[in-house]
């Protein structure tokens, strides 16, 4: 019997060539009781080989090979929870001994740190064969030694590989050699790099691209044949005819290795607490002083769910757990961080008395086993987003109260996509780079890796090459590329975190990652808080800001009455632009139909707008519902409680939950059991549940039929509903922008402004939005211009941080050098600031210097006077003294100056050097379509500032077309898409002609066919 103890999968980045999931299903196919897993220097894949194992039944043995910092490599193996305990440490010493990325481990750390390791010598990298094969016995016998006497005789073993190299039976021979005069035991090993013999062509493309290699120059990295493979048991017996005992060795070292992951709640640091009181204790009387403070005269509802969350919270040993996160949030609002927890947290009352929720979840009717049940062992998880711009003090305030070995930030990976893919492959293949790019640049990057793009020209005579780039980028789609760092998932614990699982450093100084993603995390049950940042909490802050600055009182948004029907009106308009969660098209589309009047209305609307409710078909039967022309409808009378609400349509989370617990008379933990196993479950648990539903409600005197048309309801929409917690939190900031959109548009656009990226449109859409409701924008001043965006007068003032390419210490050096007094000139702006040449130029072409002189070009040429590169001679005549007559700039050169430098305009609008143009080819623009009748055939023209293709959409393509007035929604079907995609995808301002579709107050455009000017 044989058993793999050195595999590698894809998680040896750009080295393994298949996933842990082949890797596991190959074992099984081969029969093997059991595998090793043993990744380069991590435990990336540990949780997912442990599931893979168990789906398909053979045992996971864990393991890494690590690098040493004379780049030499040793292979472990985990024996026990010791040994998983000192492997996770290993690695974390070793990542953070090396840059970002990398793992050098000095030897001398193993020392203490080898209990419940098994310990091979290592592929041909390792120190002992290395030294053989440098002819060096003494330096091999000194290795091997020290790796004996440090991990004990008989916990290290002689690795023996063949892989038909030259040297193999060289090597193998003296390996053998080497161990028989110490006493030691071999192993056989198959360096395992990929599941099938076929993947080594895909491995060796991995291996370029780690190197930035094309094929045809990389043999020296590449490995020189396909033999890395998963092998029998059958062809390893062969390979060592005659060292049998080497391949018994394998099931030897596998039976010894026993450990198993603890998956589950970890403990995490305790907080402080008052004298006498424990965790449960504290956390009870937090939440019985807010409960009357939060909820005047609290009904006697908010106080039997504040008791039950309280016991099931204890009763799951989480009342620790809400304290950290309540600390957390604490010092958010003690230091003026804006910041609102989200997600399935909403629907607990004890988060919102702890201020982590704004919402009360009595109020709304939420269903506090969304988040935590005693049926669901799952973890809970709390998402709590920060002001973008202030989040980083969060995390450190976590590292510094929790301390580095205790707090670390969840990975993410970085996986190859459509069209990365077909750009590595193509340069490893050694393709022109124009037309790689145009070939990626076509991909359709939501086809999962399956092609549509067309072939790359050169190569279409040469079908074989391109079948093979086609099969290679299909084989890399999805491979993790590279490790990111999760947007903010905190995990903490009591112990080190590296006792758990390993850590490294991030890329960005101060942060620690661990090993695992937000999968593998929840999967194991680690407790997760997500420390967020949202960019409109950023823009709402300094929005607050500016207007306390200019009144004097800054408003207190969290006590703001969501009733105000001057703002429902403006979202009735579709005045959105910049409102958060409702400034999107589809958005745009559904609120003048939706018509809000209070938050329970913005609820809806946010989460009409889903896969869930769109691939269901629910938007337009719930629109029409609302709008009385359609009746409301039941499935059963019995569930007109639960889906009361939302007109008889199944919308939210909670619902399915509701649905489960009156028809088929599920508990609420049943029920959110239900809800995630219909959208990660297997059939045969689906089929399970469906089976239990029908019976609950059989009970009630329910026909099969009507139940199971019931469940099939639930079954098509619950693994893509979106939870009205989710939406619920984020009304709040959907109201809280809308108001300041409405009251005080000026600091709103600002904030807005200063807090880009953000949202759905482009920070020239805002501008053009701020126009248009009588804001004026003044371009960027040399003496007037701040870093940020500011407001003077009744206009904003764009900041210096817009001007493409002009770093932050050059707009700190202009910002000192004039503080004394403004610059009066061009050549007091070179003496005094002394900027590169080219960034001069950039801030002459954006109007930034139109007070010392409104011509352009003139200024341009006069810099070329004054600005002499560093040792370089004045030239022999005078310049100035000749009589030069140039032409201004035109309104056009300035406007593609700025948006190239700027990405948007601050004078006109584009459109608007077009107007005559439009006139003589009768072109109409979003003015004129607005009073079209439905169904006329029109020509419109405008500038594109949005492209959609949702998944959602089944092929359709959505353009916006802005001009100075508005914008025009242009629908193109696939066949149209098709026709005229070169046209619509490479033009910036596009004239189309279609149909007028009205449908009460808004109007879009089915495209018939599009022309370029």
């Not at 196919?29 to 789906?55: C, I, K, S």
């Not at 002992?128 to 094969?133: D, S």
Request: include cysteine.
């Amino acid at each position: 019997m044989y058993v793999e103890l050195h595999a590698h999968s894809y998680y040896s980045l750009l080295d393994g060539a298949s996933s842990v999931e082949d890797l596991v299903k190959r074992a099984a196919e081969l029969a093997m009781p059991a595998l090793a897993l043993t990744d380069h220097d991590n435990v990336y894949g540990a949780v997912r080989f442990w599931q893979a194992a168990q789906h398909y039944g053979i045992r996971p043995i864990f393991g890494a090979e690590l690098t040493f910092s004379d780049d030499s490599h040793l292979t472990l193996i985990v024996r026990n929870d010791q040994g998983w305990r000192n492997l996770c440490n290993l690695i974390s010493l070793a990542r953070f001994n090396a840059p970002k990325g990398d793992a050098r481990l000095p030897v001398e750390a193993l020392d203490g740190r080898t209990d419940g390791l098994i310990a091979l010598s290592g592929c041909r990298k390792g120190a002992v064969p290395r030294a053989i094969r440098s002819s060096n016995w003494t330096a091999a016998l000194d290795q091997a030694k020290y790796f004996r006497d440090i991990f004990g005789k008989e916990h290290f073993f002689i690795e023996l590989q063949c892989h038909h190299l030259p040297d193999d039976d060289q090597l193998t021979y003296k390996l053998a050699q080497l161990a028989e005069h110490l006493q030691l035991r071999t192993v056989a090993t198959n360096n395992v790099h990929y599941a099938e013999r076929e993947r080594h062509t895909l491995q060796d493309v991995l291996v370029c691209i780690r190197h930035g290699a094309t094929l045809d120059h990389s043999a020296h990295w590449r490995r020189v044949n396909s033999e890395y493979y998963l092998k029998s048991a059958k062809e390893m017996a062969q390979l060592f005819a005659d060292m049998p005992e080497a391949i018994h060795a394998s099931a030897d070292i596998a039976a010894r290795c026993t450990f198993e992951p603890t998956f589950g709640l970890q403990e995490l640091p305790r907080y402080p607490l008052p004298d006498g009181l424990t965790a449960g204790t504290y956390l009870r009387l937090l939440c019985m002083e807010a409960l009357s403070l939060r909820i005047p005269d609290p009904p006697e509802a908010a106080a039997n769910q504040l008791g039950y969350e309280l016991t099931v919270i204890e009763r799951a040993g989480l009342a620790n757990y809400f304290l950290v996160v309540w600390d957390i949030v604490k010092y958010a609002n003690d230091n003026g961080i804006r910041c609102q927890g989200r997600g399935s947290a909403a629907n607990s009352l004890v988060s919102f008395l702890l201020g982590i929720s704004p919402i009360d979840p009595v109020t709304h009717a939420l269903v506090f086993e969304r988040f935590l049940s005693e049926e669901r062992p799952t973890a809970p998880d709390i998402d709590i987003d920060f002001d973008a711009a202030r989040r980083e003090e969060v995390i450190q305030y976590i590292y510094e109260r929790y301390g580095h070995d205790h707090a670390a930030m969840a990975a993410t990976f970085v996986t190859f996509q459509t069209r990365s893919a077909r750009r590595d492959v193509g340069k490893v293949l050694g393709f022109p780079p124009e037309l790689i790019e145009s070939n990626a640049r076509n991909a359709d990057h939501h086809n999962r890796g399956e092609s549509s793009a067309t072939p790359l020209p050169t190569f279409t005579g040469d079908p074989v090459r391109w079948q093979l780039f086609e099969m290679l980028t299909r084989q890399l789609h999805g491979f993790p590329r590279h490790l990111g760092i999760h947007n903010g998932g905190f995990i903490l614990t009591r112990q080190p975190i590296a006792h758990r699982v390993a850590t490294e450093p991030a890329t960005m100084p101060g942060r620690i990652v661990v090993q695992w993603d937000k999968d593998s995390i929840e999967d194991a049950g680690l407790v997760k808080v997500d420390v967020l940042g949202l960019r409109m909490l950023s823009a709402i802050s300094a929005a607050v800001n500016i207007v306390a600055e200019s009144t004097g009182a800054a408003p207190n948004l969290s006590d703001l009455s969501p009733t105000d029907p001057a703002v429902y009106a403006m979202l009735t308009a579709a005045d959105t632009v910049g409102v958060f969660q409702t400034e999107s098209r589809a958005q745009m589309q559904t609120l003048p139909k939706l018509r809000p009047e209070k938050l329970e209305d913005v609820v809806v609307s946010i989460s009409l707008i889903r896969p869930g409710p769109v691939q269901g078909n629910m938007v337009h039967p719930y629109l029409r519902r609302r709008s009385g022309r359609e009746a409301v409808v039941y499935p059963h009378q019995i569930l007109e409680p639960a889906l009361s609400e939302t007109l008889g349509v199944i919308l939210f989370q909670e619902q399915v939950l509701k649905v489960a617990r009156d028809m088929g008379q599920f508990t609420p933990g049943q029920g959110e059991l239900l809800r995630r196993t219909l959208g990660k479950g297997t059939p045969e648990q689906i089929t399970e549940f469906e089976r239990l539903f029908i019976d609950g409600a059989a009970a009630q005197g329910i026909t099969a039929e009507t139940a199971g048309h019931v469940f099939q309801q639930l079954r098509a929409f619950g693994g893509y509903s979106f939870p009205k917690s989710h939406a619920a939190a984020f009304a709040v900031l959907v109201y809280q922008s809308a108001w300041l959109k409405h009251y005080h548009p000026l600091a709103f656009y600002v904030g807005l402004l200063n807090n880009q990226p953000m949202g759905f449109w482009s920070p020239a859409v805002v501008v053009n939005d701020a126009r248009r409701h009588s804001i004026k924008v003044l371009p960027i001043s040399i003496n007037r211009s701040m870093a940020d965006c500011t407001v003077e007068g009744e206009c904003i003032r764009l900041g210096l941080g817009y001007v493409s390419g002009l770093k932050e210490e050059q707009i700190q050096r202009i910002l000192e050098a004039r503080e004394g007094h403004p610059f009066t000139g061009l050549a007091d702006l070179i003496q005094r600031c002394t900027l590169p040449r080219p960034m001069m130029e950039n801030l002459i072409l954006i109007g930034a210097l139109d007070e010392f002189e409104r011509d352009r070009r003139s200024l341009l040429w006069r810099l070329g006077e004054a600005h002499q590169r560093e040792g370089e001679l004045p030239l022999a005549y005078q310049m100035h003294d000749l009589a030069v007559k140039l032409p201004e700039l035109t309104r056009a050169e300035k406007l593609q100056a700025e948006y190239l430098l700027l990405g948007l305009s601050p004078g006109d609008h584009p459109m608007s050097l077009y107007q005559d143009y439009m006139r003589e080819r009768e072109l109409l623009g979003s003015r004129d379509l607005a009073g079209m009748q439905d169904r006329m055939q029109v020509k419109v023209m405008g500038q594109v500032v949005m492209h959609q293709s949702p998944p959602t959409a089944k092929g359709h393509h959505f353009i916006t077309l802005e001009d100075e007035a508005g914008m025009i929604n242009i629908v193109v079907r696939p066949a149209v898409y098709e026709q005229f995609h070169q046209i619509i995808r490479g033009a910036p301002i596009l004239i189309v002609g279609g149909e007028v579709q009205r449908s009460d107050d808004i109007v879009n455009m089915i495209a018939h066919r599009f022309e370029t000017i």
